[in-house]
């Protein structure tokens, strides 16, 4: 059974065998069980030399030491860290001695993130902003984690709600002291103006919900086309590498083919799709079918022409870019009237960079936002859309009892507590804190 006065430890670098493992080490035995392995502590934030050795004086070690009084530590308790070499033996050998005292155990997934939740030093926006940047590929995800990281979503959010308090204090004043001389009448009158506009900046925020979700989780791309169109070759060539399998067989690609892309610092998710055509082909219909719903839920699609058969192109039937493929084997130029957006070789790399560059310019549209500190989340959604729809009860409510439309703000100040954690369930907990991996 886990409790919070156990003290917790992990290995908290990356895998080994590495150049330099980092065991972390948390809670009120912290100092007793380093000192016993190390002697004499360090001062506090200051590195220091020393020679592990298990509890009965055998070596295991020689590495660096670091200590750190609570509440001045990512956790809030006394935390340590001992930076050792990196070889499999060693850890296992120093983790081993760590097990050995008395309410001391292995560290469960997220478990130091929860304490340091739970003590205060960070509120539940900041942890997923935590979560999103050990997982951040790109710069823009860096980005978009490291506001939520560093607290300035949270400063939005609790802003917020901050006026909230004080509009309620206004109605809760004209409620309990009316019939006091120096309590104006319809004191609250002023404060509908003030929650008009913070619903509006509410609603705003959910209106860039798209773009947080693209940055942090990204740009959809559909390659849609008929068979043989080039669709498998222009994802190898932007990939630059073989993800899809490539041959001369019309409706080779009968699934969904995935791969990522990282054009400067955004992400992209390329999707390769069945060729689109009438067929008896049970297996061939069955990715079509995968084909089309892959389409209809991208941000973008490419709509790939094979410039060398000219004489099957047809009208493109879903809205996005249209990309003439094999320039490599045209001869003669283009036809205008065919409303080819741009030509490409996977070939020869002809007109990739400027494919690249409309990908850019596609999601940079898309992403049109004037600051980073926006919701990403579908949670931080929900409860938006929750306080914006009892903020719209609450100005709506102009025949309604006072009482009827403050508690339609306190429900709205709930809602937006429930963002950052002021409260919260147990179950919603565990699913965030289970995101990360042992030792964070």
């Known amino acids: ?38 002697g004499d502590l360090p001062a506090p934030r200051v590195a220091a030399l020393r020679t592990i050795r298990m509890p009965d004086g055998m070596f295991l070690d020689r590495g660096l030491v670091l200590v750190f009084h609570g509440p001045n530590s990512f956790t809030g308790e006394d935390c340590a860290e ?3 070499h990196g070889g499999r033996a060693v850890v296992t050998a ?43 590929d790109t710069e823009m995800q860096r980005r978009l ?36 001389g120096d309590i104006p009448g319809s004191v609250s009158d002023r404060i509908w103006g003030e929650i008009a506009r913070l619903k509006g900046e509410v609603d705003g925020a959910l209106s860039n919900l798209r773009a947080g979700e693209i940055l942090r989780d990204g740009f959809r ?11 498998s070759s222009l994802m190898n060539a932007l990939a630059q590498r ?58 973008l699609v490419l709509n790939v022409i094979d410039l060398s058969a000219l004489g099957d192109i047809g009208p493109s039937e879903y809205a996005g870019l249209r990309v003439g493929s094999k320039l490599d084997l045209v001869e003669a130029d283009v036809d205008p009237s065919l409303r080819i957006d741009i030509l490409v070789s996977s070939s020869t790399g ?24 926006i919701p990403s989340r579908m949670r931080h959604a929900e409860r938006l859309r929750s306080a914006s729809q009892h903020l719209q009860s609450a100005l709506d409510g102009v025949s309604n009892p006072l009482e009827l439309r403050a508690e339609d703000l306190r429900l709205a100040s709930v809602e937006l507590a429930r963002v950052t954690g002021r409260i919260d369930t147990e179950t919603l907990l565990g699913k965030i804190f289970s995101e990360f991996c042992v030792g964070k």
């Open 145 to 180: 984690a490291a506001e939520q990281a560093s607290g300035q979503l949270s400063s939005v959010y609790e802003g917020w709600r901050e006026k909230l308090v004080f509009a309620r204090s206004m109605l809760e004043a004209e409620l309990d002291f009316s019939d006091e």
């Open 221 to 231: 791309v559909a390659l849609a086309g008929k068979p043989n169109a080039g669709k």
């Open 1 to 38: 059974m886990t409790t919070h006065s156990d003290t917790i430890f992990a290995l908290a670098s990356g895998a080994l065998p590495a150049g330099v493992a980092v065991l972390r080490i948390s809670g009120p035995a912290a100092f007793t069980m380093v000192q016993s392995l190390a």
């Open 350 to 373: 002809a007109g990739l960079n400027e494919l690249r560059a409309l990908l850019l310019q596609a999601v940079r549209s898309s992403t049109n936002v004037g600051s980073l500190a």
């Open 94 to 136: 120093v983790l081993t001695s760590l097990a050995g005292f008395n309410g001391a155990r292995l560290a469960e997934a997220g478990e130091f993130s929860r304490r340091a939740f739970e003590n205060g030093k960070m509120d539940l926006v900041e942890v997923e902003g935590l979560a999103d940047l050990l997982a951040a």
């Open 82 to 84: 001992l930076h050792l």
């Open 242 to 299: 073989d993800v899809a399998i490539v041959t001369p067989i019309a409706g080779t690609t009968r699934d969904v083919v995935r791969c990522e892309l990282d054009i400067d610092g955004y992400k992209f998710e390329l999707f390769d799709t069945a060729g689109l055509r009438d067929t008896d082909d049970v297996i061939e219909r069955e990715g079509i079918r995968r084909a089309v719903k892959t389409i209809n839920d991208a941000d």
